[in-house]
């Protein structure tokens, strides 16, 4: 095997190179690809990790070895080690050795719902290789093992047989008539968003409800008003689509808006999370609200603002009441809102919403059939009957008490294993907790710590363009699912800090 | 019922106007909503259209009943109607009155596979709302009376009960890695391209595979050849995302290469369909693939340009045998391939793919994670098996000669009805004819009264920018079920020219 395969050259048979060691991963490298080795190396470690050959807590062949067996430079494989150590797959503990993350929780049980906490789980049968594995702390992802899947399965399986030949063509870009109706009866009973099924646009995720708002309204050059700290992933976004991002700092009450008008009177956007801003999870006050209002429908019709509100997480709150949107104050039609069915549903549906300006809504219409985006019939229609028959509601009602709890045992055990070290805010709602942490300490680089050993954790400093913010690490509880599993995650974060 | 509700002012109930005419439609008109009133009344006709209240060939009120009914001008109810007519649900016949459209093709049969053609349909009697109507001559659409759904719904089903809490998460950015493996096979064999499933990359479909390619590779104000005429949808999209079209004009042997280095020899992009010239259904010449080749892999690296090849139908072929991709050929690294299972399986899936240069698989790693517009697992899994149990290249062979039956039977309809008033260009393959007209008649305004009848017919205009064709029209046969079919819509493709 220390002999490599003889490359023919200008052979369009690739000369494969299996590999001894690992020969149960399978591990084979094709010299005749133009694809770089190491992504190759890569791939097929990830692929072994999510068929269960290599399980948790696994060491993987060391870097000389493996480069000496497969005959590659030990550059080759260490950029791909140190790739899958970034992506939070491998665990590099140096003289002892590099290990399959023990932090991963392979969540792919058939009928157990409940996700096994790290280092304990059993290792597939069922070949299903790359599936999504669920890190400790992930951020956006609501309690995978609580959703109803036998009742979602149910009734996608009946809308799958009563489907009918037009459900094959290319579905309204618009989004499925019915489940518009839904949401816009949701909104007018939860958020206080009183609106048409036409304002009512589906769209596949949060980021395109965005990019139809985008294509639809906005101009090249258009300013946007942007929460600092902000959310990440819009931020990107917008920041690639052409508008001028314009940082607006965030304090107890939300955005500034006072601030936001002597920075960028004229913004043509101001994209807000008021319920629960991301990150801070702060709540925008009464007195923002109306000063935002206000500014957004000031002067002549071609003066005004639009204001985005993204309300992706409101639905949970676990003090007092959630409160209504921003959208229910609008009185002159500057709100856009935008919510999402990751959060209360689960992400894998890639299905969100966005409601139009009542005086938009034919603009909308055409900009959404001229983006061709639309999502698959199935699971619009589906989503739909699991609203119609009420299981949407009974989920997020459940999912608040499930919430309050691991929300509960997650500070409760980050106390017990950081003290005084770590300050943990317990805002009224959201599916994350804000640790704050001592001053002089780099959140940026203890969550890049926290990632090599395969934990999922993000700095503030990285949600901040300007603002300057005390050191604080952003922790998801949703998929924290005992005391157990608690105090060994806060354990291993306690170790990025060392 | 003359007499319209009393509106309450600032009342939060909306008053709702019933009408009497149309109650059995349940159409109401909310005053208290600011979305035009035009815009409702066209969307409950769409309803109560895919409902069945309303059946093709039914009378519906006469603009000016209706308005008086309502109480609105007659100009709001003109406005629903010419919406509704452009769009091809109402068919206006001036002093006969409005009808429902008699050319819908109403596709909701439980079981029976078969299309009904146009004025025979039975109403439906499940409610299933605003579901899509697929209309004589539509292009882009595969025969889908002849999808084998009993096999897929199996196989959907089987996905959806195994298909474990992790397919709950977010599905991986790049797609399924079966899938992603299974194309990578399939395209080796059939398309004679070779490449690592590393190279693949599943997207929503087929403009969202460019997105993904302009994402990855495009600055602000790159030029990029394209095809005049050429595809209009792509057209659309690429002069909105910041490219700079360079029209390239095509004749028998395809787009004319050296045209196009006359143009634009520092164009970063060509966008180009090999196999079947969308629209025009002609093949590109070795010679010309041979020199496309040469002008992308010319000069220094950062002078290398991308070619970017959409097969989008090259599966369909009837006289001789599919040619192999451009990508085939490409010694150099330059060619970016897109394909689609819109055309072989059914649009509603929202799936295409493309595949990455070989040297660039690291960047669109990271483009596609950046623009985190995965698809959802249960289709990408379930179309996995479905090539892995040989239904994708059963139900290829079976369309192979289904569409040349179904092409045969329209062209012969069309030369029956229209003579020597028409010719029709027998391509070697694609989906759709092209109907030559005789000089001076005006293909987009033909064009535009047959969509008014119900037609959804296309004017090879309209696919033109520079170029200067002669007359034609874009007929799809895909859906054209008998001859009986094909005479009935040839005699309604006739009236427009009247």
Redesign the interface.
């Known amino acids: 095997m220390k002999t490599p395969a003889k490359r023919v050259p200008g052979s ?1 048979r690739a000369s494969k190179v299996p590999l001894a060691a690992t020969s149960a991963l399978s591990l084979t490298v ?1 010299r005749d ?4 080795i190491y ?2 190396i890569c ?1 097929r470690f ?2 072994a990790i ?1 068929q269960g050959h290599l399980r948790p807590g696994d060491r993987v062949p060391a870097v000389r070895g493996l480069a000496s067996e497969l005959n590659l430079a030990r550059g080759t494989v260490e950029a791909a080690y140190r790739l899958l150590a970034d992506e939070g797959y491998l665990l590099v503990r140096g003289a002892a050795g590099t290990v399959v993350s023990p932090g991963l929780i ?5 009928k157990a ?1 409940k ?1 096994t906490p790290p280092a304990q789980q059993i290792p597939q049968t ?1 070949q ?7 890190l400790p702390f992930q951020m956006g ?1 609501p309690a ?2 609580a ?1 109803p ?1 036998k009742v979602w ?1 149910r009734i ?2 009946r809308r ?13 870009a618009a989004g ?3 489940l518009r109706e839904r949401v816009a009866t949701y909104l007018g009973l939860s958020r206080g968003v ?1 609106c ?4 009512v646009f589906i769209t ?2 949060y ?2 409800a965005l990019e139809l708002v985008l ?1 639809t309204l906005s101009r ?1 050059g258009d300013k946007i008003w942007f929460e600092d700290p902000g959310y990440m ?1 819009a931020r ?2 917008l920041s ?1 689509s ?1 508008v001028r991002l314009v940082p607006v700092p965030v304090d107890q009450d939300g955005i500034m808006v006072g601030q936001g008008r002597k920075l960028a009177p004229d913004a043509r956007f101001a994209l807000v999370t008021p319920s629960h801003q991301s990150p801070l999870g702060v709540t925008l006050s009464l007195e923002r609200r109306m000063a935002l209002l206000a500014w957004a429908g000031a002067g002549k019709p071609e003066e005004r603002s639009w204001i985005i509100e993204d309300d992706y997480d409101s639905e949970y709150r676990y003090q007092g009441r959630p409160l209504p949107a921003l959208k229910s104050l609008d009185r002159d ?1 500057r709100v856009i809102y935008t919510g999402t069915f990751s959060k209360v549903m ?5 299905l969100a919403y966005m409601v139009a ?3 938009e ?2 603009r909308f ?1 055409r900009g959404s059939a ?10 619009q229609a589906s989503v739909a009957d699991f609203m119609a028959e009420g299981h949407f509601s009974r989920h997020l009602k459940k999912m608040r008490s499930l919430y309050a709890h691991r929300r509960a045992i997650t500070a409760q055990a980050l106390l017990q294993v950081f003290g005084d070290s770590m300050k943990i805010d317990l805002q009224a709602g959201g599916m994350h907790l804000l640790a704050t942490l001592q001053d002089g300490e780099e959140d940026t680089a203890i969550a890049a710590r926290a990632r090599q050993h395969g934990l999922s954790v993000h700095g503030l400093s990285d949600f901040c363009i300007a603002a300057q913010r005390p050191p604080g690490l952003l922790l998801s509880f949703t998929n924290i699912v005992d005391t157990d599993h608690a105090l060994r995650v806060a354990q291993q974060l306690k170790r990025a800090f060392d």
């Open positions: 369009s094709d690809l133009q694809l770089p992504l190759q791939q990830k692929t999510a392979n969540v792919s049980g058939q719902l996700i069922e299903r290789a790359a599936q999504p594995v669920i992802l995978l093992d959703f899947r399965n996608v399986a799958l047989r009563s489907g009918g030949v037009a459900s094959l063509s290319y579905p309204d499925y008539w019915p009183v048409a099924p036409e304002q596949a995720g980021r395109a294509h090249r992933n990107k976004f690639e052409g039609d689960f992400p894998g549906l890639r300006p009542a005086g809504v034919a219409q001229g983006m061709r985006a639309s999502s698959p019939y199935l699971f």
